[in-house]
């Protein structure tokens, strides 16, 4: 994860999660990503990246490739949406799908703290740095864990 990356978690906060065992990095991770993939709104494809995380096949190249076509056609729709129609509230949902996928891509790293930083951060972009914020420390403030 790049330094700036770093930067969006607190620094505190960010060493619990680097700390902490990769099962709950996983759970972070998937958390977080449902929290932006309800917002974003991610549908298509939505059951297979569930699946993946599911059964733990991170670094799964296919649907990684497809997540990724995925984020930079939306990037590109919304582009068109904006520049092309002039209709930024379409242009900015598809933007926000876009960073969904972007999001789901991350979140399927091979690399448990990478992800949940990378996530993280495109959580924060699309829904504020308090949602997030709470929604980590509770994650990691789970005695069940």
């Known amino acids: 994860m790049t330094a700036s990356r770093l930067r969006v978690l607190d620094a505190d906060l960010w060493k619990k999660v680097a700390a902490v065992d990769a099962g709950t990095q996983r759970r972070l991770v998937a958390e977080l990503l449902r929290l932006v993939m309800d917002a974003a709104p991610v549908t298509t494809g939505r059951a297979q990246i569930e699946a993946a995380l599911a059964a733990g096949s991170y670094g799964d190249e296919a649907l990684r490739d497809w ?33 969904g996928y972007k999001a789901a891509y991350l979140a399927l790293d091979t690399d448990p703290a990478r992800a949940a930083g990378e996530v993280a951060y495109e959580a ?17 403030d789970d005695p069940s864990r």
Do not use: N, V
């Open 67 to 99: 997540l990724s076509q995925s984020s930079t056609a939306a990037t590109a729709a919304s582009l068109d949406a904006d520049e092309l129609d002039g209709d930024q509230a379409e242009a900015k949902r598809i933007a926000q799908q876009a960073r």
């Open 124 to 140: 924060m972009a699309l829904l504020g740095q308090d949602p997030i914020t709470a929604t980590t420390k509770a994650i990691l």
